[in-house]
């Protein structure tokens, strides 16, 4: 194979790392379930696997957006990444606000109905760096964490879903990488919004289609890649550090 030929693929590039991000950390954690069943004195690396997966999956990835690199349209503009920035505020406030709620209106139980399909739940469960003893090893579990979540994370979902499949839908048999980045369209915007909201819980799925949506408001708005990245990482900061913060630990 031609790595050079491979490295000016520009779809490869957009599509490739998103795939094998979940796949890697699919198979790793199906591989950790089918060798081992649980039990209450197995090491961190047993009952909480993910603690070392996460760091895994995340500096592969890193490997593979660096191969494709040149391919990506990450060009700074002050006042497009800002504004990026402040949408990343608001969605992800929009976000976290039904398990907020779930504090404010003192719930005890966990809702059913629409209010669980909103998210209004305690969210109390999912990864937790405090099952370390050791503040060394806390901080490199929620530095690994935050690297996953901020950079990588928002690099792969924006290469696929804003980068390529935006234009991908308008043009499937077409060139579609002459469509300019951040054409409008109700049909991209549908398709994307759906395929971005499914990809998450049930539990997440109105706080991800109005995250999506604001999202496609930015790419239309500033036709710019990277606002749309430092939206997307903004926004997976502060929901790490409400996580943490308030032991909202299945947000992330």
Request: glycine share 10%.
């Amino acid at each position: 194979m031609n790595l050079n030929k491979l490295r000016e693929d520009r779809t490869l590039a957009h599509v490739v790392p998103m795939i094998f991000f979940m796949v890697v950390g699919g198979v790793l954690s199906l591989a950790m379930g089918l060798m081992f069943q649980k039990h209450a004195l197995d090491p961190w690396w047993k009952s909480d696997p993910e603690q070392w997966i996460y760091p895994v999956q995340t500096l592969a990835t890193l490997a593979v957006l660096g191969f494709w690199w040149r391919q990506y349209e990450l060009k700074w503009s002050t006042g497009k990444v800002l504004f990026g920035a402040l949408m990343g505020v608001v969605g992800i406030g929009l976000w976290i606000l039904p398990t907020q709620c779930y504090e404010w209106l003192a719930l005890e139980e966990e809702p059913t109905g629409l209010l669980k399909w909103l998210g209004v739940m305690p969210r109390r469960e999912g990864f937790d760096p405090g099952i370390f003893e050791s503040p060394s090893a806390w901080w490199a579990a929620t530095v690994f964490r935050f690297l996953r979540a901020v950079v990588v994370v928002a690099l792969v979902e924006e290469l696929l879903w804003r980068g390529f499949l935006m234009r991908y839908v308008l043009k499937p048999d077409g060139n579609y990488w002459k469509i300019p980045f951040g054409t409008f369209s109700w049909k991209s915007f549908v398709i994307v919004g759906i395929l971005v909201m499914l990809i998450h819980q049930p539990v997440d799925y109105a706080g991800a289609l109005v995250w999506g949506s604001l999202m496609y408001i930015v790419a239309v708005k500033t036709k710019s890649l990277m606002a749309c990245v430092v939206m997307h990482g903004v926004g997976n900061f502060l929901m790490g550090w409400y996580a943490l913060a308030f032991e909202k630990y299945g947000l992330w």
